[in-house]
């Protein structure tokens, strides 16, 4: 492995809020406190931020043999981690351009035998986390391992407290050479990304799976909020449920189904499309771009499955009636269009409602609209079933 060096600092980029359509827009939120107040870890040192490196270690660069969740891999890009070619510049809107530029749904898999893991990453962005999402989830990288039994479990995650983190991830690891998977930072963006393990340890970089790729285009709610951590988001949850890779397109506040994006998931060879663009919608902008999406990456694909997702009800519906009526109209309107594509002779199509997405008790959100870890979880054990069901088909 060639030895790792980082470039100077980049500047931030800017970032943009996630909106939901059916609620007043609001200014992007001022960054929040990147670690906890200095008497609080003094008092319980668990809380600080991840430890700085001090071993003796070897360093390797992740880009030598590659990260899943990165498409195009043959197409020039303006940083080796964004999420869409440079090409997209020109022609997808401004706000989805730089959203693009954030790693959510990257994953990088290797093996060792070390008894202990570091990282060393450049964020693109010193804002480390927000009012509603930690640090862990907005910046962090969440490392997991297979068991004996060939499961994926959760090992640690890196607690970020500036822009670049070179920290010991975890240590007093039980010894064995294993496969592990670490997720890239959700809504920050990576500049460079090294795995560092003692000197004299086995380590082997895995080069990304060459299976088809689960493909989800959305809002915020794909992109990752409010996950505590990356392993959280529910695409990557199904990932690890279907051991097969993933391609997160979400974007936060600007996932309406836009026929420049339509265009770049054609050039995916999909095992499978998940549609999921309905938070960031209405029911006119619904009427009017659910046939022509669908259309566009049919005559790119005709049998590679298509699945329309609701929107999810927030979960404080219960007692918002303007929110809720908005929820059954957005629905209403996709169940429509679905309804004349099956008319219409679109095979392999599939649709998963909204309504229980995020459970039935109001629990499963961060703040009304975003998914807490319980909502991700139970929105994959919704999709898991109709993905699984979708994939079966196309065999």
Known sequence: MKRFAFPRLPFSLLFAAALVPALPAADAPKPAASSAPDATVRADPSLAASKEVVA???????????????????????????????????????????????????????????????VHYLLTKDRLAMPHMPATGVSGVDLYARD?????????????????????????????????????????GVQSLAIGVPKGAKFEGLAPRTDKPIVFYGTSITHG?????????HTAILGRRFDRSVLNLGF??????????????????????????????????????????????????????????????HTNSWILPATDKFHTENHAALKAQYERLQQDGVKHLYYIPGDALYGTDAEGS??????????????????????????????
């Not at 080796?80 to 070619?85: I, K």
């Not at 420049?260 to 938070?279: K, S």
Request: neutral net charge; charged residues 25%; contains cysteine.
């Open 252 to 313: 936060s506040g600007n996932g309406k189904m836009d026929a420049a994006v339509g265009a770049f998931l054609t050039q995916v060879d999909a095992a499978v499309y998940v549609i999921d663009c309905l938070p960031n919608m209405n029911p006119a902008l619904v009427a009017e771009r659910t046939v022509p999406l669908v259309q566009q990456l049919r005559a790119a694909h005709p049998d590679t499955p298509i699945i329309l997702v609701e929107d999810r009800r």
């Open 366 to 395: 961060t703040d009304g609209s975003h998914a807490s870890d319980l909502g991700f979880w139970r929105q994959a054990d919704v999709m898991e079933p109709v993905i699984r069901a979708a994939l079966s088909a196309a065999r």
């Open 225 to 233: 909020a409010c996950a505590s951590r990356p392993g959280m988001v």
């Open 148 to 188: 004996e039994q060939g499961h994926w479990r959760w090992v640690q995650v890196a607690r970020p407290g500036k822009q670049e983190v070179k920290a010991e991830l975890v240590k007093d690891l039980a010894p064995g050479y294993r496969e592990y998977a670490a997720y890239l930072p959700l809504y920050n």
């Open 56 to 118: 003796e270690l070897d360093w390797h660069d992740v880009t030598t043999w590659g990260v899943e969740g990165r498409a195009w891999v043959d197409q020039t890009r303006r940083s080796w981690f964004d999420r869409l070619p440079a090409s997209a510049e020109q022609t997808v809107t401004k706000h989805v351009w730089n959203l693009s530029r954030d790693s959510a749904g990257m994953m990088v898999r290797f093996k060792t035998d070390a008894t202990s893991i570091h």
